[in-house]
């Protein structure tokens, strides 16, 4: 079985430079959420959509981030410009939302460095 | 206030050793909870959901206290193999919200 999908797996790039990471979820889920890792802050939910309608976005940092799930298949969430505190892992997961609390399924991430 | 509190750890614990977490949450309108298990450098993966009566999992056992307001995971004989950040994840409400992850308690078994 296919699971989440992320690409790509690393990204080091320069400040300032666009960042685009995507996703692509299990089929058949029709939910789908961004979040973002790091010591720090631990596990952050950045934006999730149901049906491919962003549900809630309260947590994107600030306008330089933005996300879009033009299909159930796929997703991006980008960065631009990009600033070293962006560095972090980007975790996508999507999980099947028919009513009950069904678990979310990870992708691998995205190990994100701005330098 | 967080919403969901966890110890950060680390717990050092010998093999076979019996280890317990505990996780507080602060809105008392959370219906669903979860543990999740996350290894160095790895997703968070479900370990397994926590009913309001308890339950069990082979060497893993969850368990709610509502009035307290807090979950707790009690791992027996513990392995190497259990060396991971275990997450408390909570639901609130029934509607379309999000889950809400805790920061983890980082657990090492040692030989």
């Known amino acids: 079985d296919a699971g989440v999908i992320q690409s790509p797996r690393h990204e080091v790039t320069e400040m300032g430079q666009e960042v685009t990471l995507r996703c692509k979820p299990i089929s058949g889920h029709n939910s789908l959420f961004w979040y973002r890792q790091t010591m720090m802050r631990g596990l952050e939910l950045l934006i999730y959509f149901n049906n491919n309608v962003p549900i809630d976005d309260s947590g994107m940092p600030e306008d330089r981030f933005s996300a879009k799930m033009p299909n159930a298949s796929f997703s991006t969430l980008k960065i631009q410009p990009s600033e070293p505190r962006d560095s972090a892992v980007y975790f996508c997961?999507?999980?099947?939302?028919?009513?009950?609390?069904?678990?979310?399924?990870f992708g691998d991430g995205t190990r994100l460095s701005i330098l | 206030r967080k919403e969901v509190e966890q110890d950060p750890g680390p717990f050092n614990v010998p093999e076979g050793a019996t280890v317990a977490f505990n996780c507080t949450y602060s809105?008392?309108?959370?219906?669903?909870f979860f543990w999740y298990r996350q290894d160095c450098r790895k997703e968070p993966k479900l370990l397994m959901s926590?009913?309001?009566s308890g339950n069990e999992d082979g060497r893993f056992t969850a368990q709610l206290n509502r009035a307290s307001q807090y979950i707790s995971l009690l791992i027996r004989d513990s392995k190497l193999s259990d060396s991971a950040t275990y997450l408390c994840?909570?639901?609130?409400?029934?509607?379309?919200?999000?889950?809400?992850f805790g920061s983890g308690t980082r657990l090492q078994v040692q030989p």
């Open positions: 994840v909570v639901k609130v409400g029934t509607g379309r919200r999000a889950l809400t």
């Open positions: 809105n008392s309108a959370s219906q669903s």
């Open positions: 926590v009913y309001s």
């Open positions: 997961a999507s999980s099947l939302n028919v009513g009950g609390v069904q678990p979310q399924h």
